[in-house]
Nanobody, 123 residues
């Protein structure tokens, strides 16, 4: 059974860094593009970063480029999201998602989802 499990969220202060991890099981990991999405209260779920199955292709939400970095380790079936210089607007539940094939940025294009991890940035 396919499963994605996120970890690494928490409560941090403005300017801090966090690294989220998402461990996948039950799927052929290196055949799946992976995405990180976030959803703040009252807002739509948005794609913040995505990575191709090989790890070569990457997408970032334009306003986050330079602060967030996505990577993957196919030997460990894990995708990461490094988040630097966090601010209060980054507060959200962060989800990882998997889709077979290449990078997409719409939530409707992803087949499998994790349960989410809360990131809270305090001022």
């Amino acid at each position: 059974q396919e499963q994605l499990v996120e970890s690494g969220g928490g409560l941090v202060q403005t300017g801090a860094s966090l690294k989220l991890s998402c461990a996948a099981s039950g799927l052929l990991f290196d055949a799946y593009a992976m995405g990180w999405f976030r959803q703040a209260p009252g807002k739509e779920r948005e794609c913040v970063a995505a990575i191709s199955p090989s790890g070569v292709g990457k997408y970032y939400k334009q306003t986050l480029q330079g602060r967030f970095s996505i990577s993957r380790d196919n030997a460990k079936n894990t995708v990461y999201l490094q988040m630097n210089t966090l601010n209060t607007e980054d507060t959200a539940v962060y989800y990882c998602a998997a889709r077979s094939g290449g990078i997409k940025t719409s939530r409707d294009d992803y087949e499998y989802w994790g349960q989410g991890t809360q990131v809270t940035v305090s001022s």
